[in-house]
């Protein structure tokens, strides 16, 4: 026969952890406003292009090594107005795809002054190594239920 102890020890807090769980999930999705979404970069909220409206100026797709890599993105794009910029270089020389660096600009307003990106800055980085990398330019907008990205390659001799 179980003891009451055991009931009040084991069994009384899984019941009240699914009971309050419930309870919590029901309320936060009752709200009008309120939405599960377990895919937040994913599903029908979020729209992808690639290439559409970006462009490079003042990219080299060839440099020699210890030189820096400098250039600023051109972006023409009515549907964003300001949104995040991210610049991610992967080292492609290897079998496996590495991080080389990323950088981000946050809360970059462009389409109204017609600026290039990042805004007041020009983006430069030192390459070190000879091989092939990938240029991974992303922008989100202010909501980032929209993106849109573009890959260059770029050959360091």
């Known amino acids: 026969m179980v003891k009451p102890s055991a009931f009040v020890i084991y069994i009384l807090p899984?019941?009240?952890?699914?009971?309050?769980?419930?309870?919590?999930?029901?309320?936060?999705?009752?709200?009008?406003?309120?939405?599960?979404n377990f895919l937040q970069f994913g599903g029908d909220g979020h729209t992808s292009s690639s290439k559409s409206g970006i462009s490079l100026?003042?990219?080299?797709?060839?440099?020699?090594q210890n030189s820096s890599i400098e250039f600023s993105v051109n972006f023409s794009?009515?549907?964003?107005?300001?949104?995040d910029l991210y610049i991610t270089?992967?080292?492609?020389?290897?079998?496996?795809?590495?991080?080389?660096?990323?950088?981000?600009?946050?809360?970059?307003c462009f389409i109204?002054?017609?600026?290039?990106?990042?805004?007041?800055?020009?983006y430069s980085e030192l390459i070190t190594e000879p091989g092939i990398y990938e240029i991974y330019v992303e922008i989100f907008n202010e909501k980032y239920s929209k993106n849109i990205s573009m890959t260059e390659t770029l050959r360091v001799n």
């Open 14 to 36: 899984i019941v009240l952890s699914v009971s309050l769980g419930t309870a919590v999930m029901a309320e936060t999705l009752s709200s009008p406003d309120r939405e599960l």
């Open 57 to 64: 100026v003042g990219f080299n797709d060839e440099i020699s």
């Open 77 to 83: 794009n009515s549907d964003f107005n300001c949104g």
């Open 89 to 108: 270089i992967y080292d492609v020389s290897s079998s496996e795809k590495q991080v080389l660096t990323q950088s981000g600009y946050l809360k970059q």
């Open 112 to 122: 109204q002054n017609n600026d290039t990106l990042p805004v007041d800055d020009i």
